[in-house]
């Protein structure tokens, strides 16, 4: 103690707030309010688990700033698009190079060399690994913080990217893994054993220019987002033809649905309908009638299989779920 007095001689502090009540036994408790402290219990679980979720998120996003940061790929004036390289920004050097390099190949209709452009920038898809997650974090919330229009996917769902990220069991039943391994697609089945994917193209270096969580039937897209400073360059219409195709392997062999519908926020209706989505008929689902109540959701769907080659035999994993939505009177 400063005043000389040694601990033993303190007096134990004061509470404010007084002793905390002690706990009820459980033997003592009526079926209700076992109920209810069994469920509050449940709750805490899942909140710590949550925070903890968090905590290991932001682990990683230092760690892939960091390599961010020195390759310059989050300099304040990274987007920059000048024509002067020496101070033109990582992303805007990118940015200018891709269009540039697409407006040549469109304008060049018998250059031998046309493949090779649109190679350069196609995107390949798989799983991320912890160091690519955290550079993806990294631009995540520098978006947030640098667009005004930036969708807020750091500070609303970096836990529950990193719970996806996380699991260890493959996504999806085996008979859709299988159709899409039987497939030959290397893109869409290079990443059967994650529900969070990346999307890469080695010209802009080692950092994903998008990502994208799948939902557990390994199909569905719950979420995709790409990287701000990129968008309009390509990257999400190759991102979201490597997912379409996936589900069209398992579609083919029955192991999917023939049409895949996802629920789109209002601001990527237009980004959607690009990618040939329309709106989706039916009874939306539970989470899409919160979605929409909440945020304006709208559920949009593109077809995989003409309906009327598809041999349904009804015992489908995915046959309940569709038959909520559409209905099963022509089934």
């Known amino acids: ?61 230092r760690t892939g700033e960091s390599a961010l940061v020195a390759l310059g790929d989050l300099d304040v004036d990274s987007d920059s698009e000048t024509e002067d390289d020496t101070s033109a920004g990582f992303t805007g050097k990118a940015r200018r190079e891709v269009r540039c390099r697409r407006r040549v190949s469109r304008h060049e209709d018998e250059n031998e060399n046309e493949d090779e452009h649109e190679d350069v920038f196609r995107v390949s898809i798989r799983a991320l690994s912890a ?51 039987e497939a030959g697609d290397v893109f869409a089945s290079s990443s059967l054993n994650s529900r969070v994917l990346g999307a890469f193209c080695p010209k802009l270096g080692p950092a994903p220019v998008g990502f994208c969580v799948l939902k557990h039937d390994a199909l569905t897209v719950d979420a995709l987002g790409i990287r701000q ?23 083919a062999k029955n192991a999917g649905p023939p049409e895949l519908v996802i629920d789109a926020l209002p601001a990527s209706v237009q ?17 899409t009638k919160v979605m929409r109540r909440l945020h304006g959701d709208v559920a949009m769907s593109v077809e995989l299989l003409d309906e009327r080659k598809a041999r349904i035999a009804g015992d489908e994993w995915w046959v309940k779920t569709r038959n909520k939505r559409f209905g099963d009177e022509e089934r």
């Open 1 to 61: 103690m400063r005043d000389g007095s040694s601990d033993d001689e303190s007096p134990p502090p004061v509470s404010c707030r007084g002793r905390a009540a002690a706990k009820k036994p459980e033997s003592e408790m009526t079926t209700v309010e076992k109920h209810v402290a069994r469920m509050l219990a449940a709750n805490a679980a899942v909140e710590m688990e949550t925070a903890r979720q968090a905590h290991r998120a932001e682990t990683l996003r």
């Open 131 to 181: 160091r690519e997650l955290g550079m993806t974090y990294a631009w995540m919330r520098r978006d947030q913080a640098r667009y005004e229009n930036a969708v807020k996917f750091w500070d609303n769902a970096s836990s529950s990217i990193q719970a996806a990220w996380e699991e260890t069991d493959a996504p999806g039943e085996p008979c859709v893994r299988a159709a899409i391994s």
């Open 229 to 251: 400073g990129l968008r309009m360059c390509g990257f999400g219409r190759g991102f979201v033809e490597v997912l379409v195709r996936r589900a069209k392997s398992a579609a």
């Open 271 to 287: 980004f959607w309908t690009a990618c040939g989505f329309v709106p989706a008929g039916g009874a939306d689902s539970p989470t």
